[in-house]
């Protein structure tokens, strides 16, 4: 495999490779066939080593900017490859992994993950604990040289697809009692019950842990370390996966300007406010990416990025159902299912309030109320 010097070569060299490895999805758009696509395109992108660039060596990777893995996810959403909510997993948790977990056990995994031959999932949130996600009460008491877990996780996408879950728990009361676990989803005590959303897909799931007995090297930092590594990985999960997210959206768009120029429908000014979000959260993404690029710690300043992709996305797939008249209400089109996930865009990762209280508070300096 080449090293990469620029951006430009990389990315052109990726095309090329695509262009010659058919890796288009089947017809069959069910969860489990998304899912299992999303492993075979990793696998093969691992394989032939577009997935391991812009991460270290020391997790499987060949090094090269970060920015390599983000053309790397806008050739693959833009490609329609892999779906892209499902995709952006290992942007959220490899870095976690790497930051926090013992080397030989990032070593271990991460190519797992990053290799397609593995889903894992983020067990936060909780029945009682979302928006205030300190208070989560899942508890883990140690015995020996292994902890015993037990409590409930509700919200976690894809579990019943996971080997394994970071996982926080509480320790000790306050922010520096929760600490952070890498589980084994085959562990015995856990249950996972999927749920479905609106859209009818069941993406995500209730887990139940009943006495799990987890390894003390499967803890990723020190005790009290999990409300930092949550402040790390969130950051994450509002920011640096949105690349190809907005790569997904601009194909939807560009549907939506022939479907609307074939049914004569065209509101130019519509259309242009929804390209105009779009363009918007795509600068503030590409700087975001610029500055993971050169080393910058990702921090609360990510909740922009969230609150304008969700603001984007919500846009335009209202502009879907103002400007196709039926299209979500009367038949059952792809459109109606996007136009339905879209409502989840101010929820995950934190809803749309949260996001504006972290910048009036933390990036506005205005206060707590
Ligand atoms: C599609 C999807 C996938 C998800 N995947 C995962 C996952 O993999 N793992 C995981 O752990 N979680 C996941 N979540 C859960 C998500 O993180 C939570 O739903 C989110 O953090 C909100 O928490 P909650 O649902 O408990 O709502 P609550 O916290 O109960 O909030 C309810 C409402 O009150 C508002 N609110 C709460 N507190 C305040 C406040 N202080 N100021 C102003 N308004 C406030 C909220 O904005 C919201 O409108 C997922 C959610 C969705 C929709």
């Known amino acids: 495999m080449n090293a990469f010097t620029t951006v430009a070569e990389f990315r052109s060299a990726l095309r090329t490779w695509l262009d010659d490895h058919d890796l288009s999805p089947g017809p069959d758009h069910s969860l489990d066939a998304q899912v299992a696509q999303l492993g075979r395109v990793r696998r093969e992108l691992y394989d032939a080593g577009w997935m391991r660039y812009g991460w270290p060596a020391e997790v499987g990777g060949l090094a090269g900017p ?21 995709y952006s997993m290992v942007e959220v948790l490899t870095p976690t992994m790497i930051s926090y977990a ?45 902890w015993e877990i037990s409590g409930q996780k509700v919200w976690t996408s894809l579990a019943q697809y996971a080997t394994r879950c970071v996982l926080l728990t ?34 995500f799931a209730e887990v139940f842990f009943d006495d799990v007995v987890v390894p003390a090297d499967r803890m990723l930092g020190r005790p009290g370390d999990g409300w930092r590594l949550a402040m790390d990985l969130l950051p994450h999960e509002r920011s640096t996966c949105f690349w190809h997210r907005i790569a997904h959206l601009y194909t939807r768009l560009d549907r939506l300007l022939d479907e609307t120029d074939e049914r004569n429908e065209t509101d130019d000014a519509a259309l ?15 700087a975001t990416q610029r500055r993971l690029a ?55 990762g934190g809803t749309a309030e949260i996001q504006r209280n972290i910048i009036a508070r933390r990036l506005l300096d205005l206060g707590r109320e």
Request: aromatic share 6%; hydrophobic share 40%.
């Open 102 to 146: 013992r080397p030989e056990l990032a070593a271990e995994m991460v190519p797992l993950l990053l290799g397609g031959r593995e889903q894992w999932c983020q067990g936060f949130s909780e029945p009682g604990s979302g928006s205030d996600l300190a208070s989560l009460t899942t508890r883990a008491v140690p015995h020996g040289d292994t």
């Open 294 to 348: 050169e080393g910058a710690r990702l921090g609360p300043e990510t909740s922009v990025d969230k609150v304008l992709l969700a603001t984007a996305e919500q846009q335009l797939f209202d502009t879907v159902r103002d400007l196709l008249p039926g299209v979500l209400e009367l038949t059952d089109t792809p459109w109606r299912s996007e136009y339905l996930y879209a409502k989840a865009a101010t929820i995950y």
């Open 272 to 286: 242009g406010a929804a390209y105009l979000a779009l363009h918007t959260v795509r600068c503030r993404s590409h």
């Open 170 to 203: 509480r320790t000790a009361p306050g922010h520096d009692g929760i600490t952070a676990f890498f589980v084994d989803m085959d562990t015995p005590g856990i249950t996972v019950r999927p749920l479905r959303t609106m859209h009818g897909v069941d993406e």
């Open 66 to 86: 970060a920015v390599f893995r983000a053309v790397l996810g806008e050739e693959v959403a833009t490609r329609g490859l892999a779906e892209p909510g499902i």
